[in-house]
């Protein structure tokens, strides 16, 4: 008899992974369980912190982080910054400094394996742009990994490899979940900025744009290609969204969109659905403005 198991599967997104936390929280409120947690990038932090506390308290900890969480935090560009990397062409624009105090001060454990849930976190090669799962090791140094956006962050050695933002080869990792035995997928998206009437200003933020509409693509493609692989539910992006990926000063109101959108979407059968939600197809709401 074959073995179900469950997987929750978080993407990229940036500011938009505030989305996620208000979308496991009514997942967790509806005692909904998971066998493995399988990240990329922003999902892959998210990821670490829900498999290590998987809980309404680990739900509610993490959604304070978010609260508190501002654009230097993570991305403290400057100007020397920007000079630094012309100058010296080192490859990419800014130290990781800022996101590795974030990712030490946020994580409840130090490696990969002493999570409560299986954790699996994406990476890519940056070599050969292969997917590359780290399962085990220093989760510190594998998120780190998972969200070196390229040109952006400098790549991450793990082992003989050099590894950068598991978005670049699978932002939404279903295919992973798939292989290591997911029978049953639920895809926690960060959906797209649907109804922004501009593009975001600035280098790493229009990286960081372009990659996140990339990562919708390629989430709607892997829906088509595996779901005669295995169940997949893909709980509904906010829809219309007019925040973009670089904007983290909307976090409340993401994660209370977020949590009750969830709950109407599981009300109305959501675990009982299949197939790529409208919200996720490529549109704009530029007749709204």
């Known amino acids: 008899m074959k073995n179900n198991k469950t997987a929750l599967v ?12 208000g979308m496991l929280r009514a997942l967790v409120e509806a005692k909904i ?22 809980t309404e308290e680990g739900i509610a900890e993490l959604a304070d982080i978010w609260r508190g969480l501002r654009r230097t935090d993570i991305f403290p560009l400057s100007m020397l910054d920007t000079l630094t990397a012309l100058i010296t062409h080192r490859g990419y624009l800014l130290e990781p400094s800022a996101l590795k105090r974030l990712v030490a001060r946020a994580l409840p454990v130090k490696l990969i394996e002493n999570t409560q849930l299986p954790l699996h976190i994406v990476t890519t090669d940056l070599l050969s742009g292969a997917e590359v799962l780290l399962s085990s090791g220093d989760v510190e140094l594998a998120l780190l990994a998972s969200a070196a956006i390229p040109l952006v962050f400098p790549y991450v050695q793990v082992a003989d490899k050099l590894l ?13 979940a798939i292989g290591l035995g997911a029978t049953r997928v639920i895809v926690v998206p960060t959906g797209f900025g649907c109804a922004c009437i501009k593009p975001p200003i600035g280098l790493v933020a229009l990286a960081l744009h372009s990659i996140n509409l990339m990562s919708m ?6 829906i088509e290609l595996f779901s005669s ?18 904007d983290f000063n909307q976090t409340e109101l993401l994660l209370q969109r977020a949590y ?15 197939g790529v939600p409208d919200s996720l197809q490529a549109h704009t709401h530029a007749e709204m403005h």
């Open 217 to 222: 693509r390629q989430l709607v493609r892997d």
């Open 10 to 21: 978080l993407a990229g997104g940036g500011s938009l992974g505030a989305v996620q936390v």
């Open 260 to 274: 009750a959108q969830t709950i109407s979407w599981l009300e109305a059968g959501g675990l009982e659905s299949s």
């Open 229 to 246: 692989r295995a169940n997949i539910h893909v709980v509904a992006p906010l829809c219309p969204l007019g925040v973009s990926v670089f």
């Open 164 to 176: 950068i933002d598991g978005g670049v080869a699978s932002n939404t990792p279903i295919a992973s």
């Open 33 to 54: 369980s998971f066998d493995m947690v399988v990240g990329a990038s922003v999902g892959a932090i998210n990821g670490a912190y829900f498999a290590s506390k998987p």
